[in-house]
């Protein structure tokens, strides 16, 4: 299945319960988050400059951004 959205998307990420993929929006300057359930965009999360990969921390609970268009995650 394809989902469709807008901009450059670089990653992707899915949480450890299987719920959501978090997808970083080089040119949007946000992460979509997609239901794997429904397949819809459920919502978006604002983060730095070029966001363009992902992962999350051992534990699952924390997701870092590398942001390439600056000098933070």
Known sequence: MLIPMPGVIHDIAIDQWCRNAYVPNYTENRLDVISLSSNDDVGDIEVGSHPSHLDFDPSGTR???????????
């Open 63 to 73: 997701l870092y951004v590398a942001n390439r268009g600056g000098s933070n995650v």
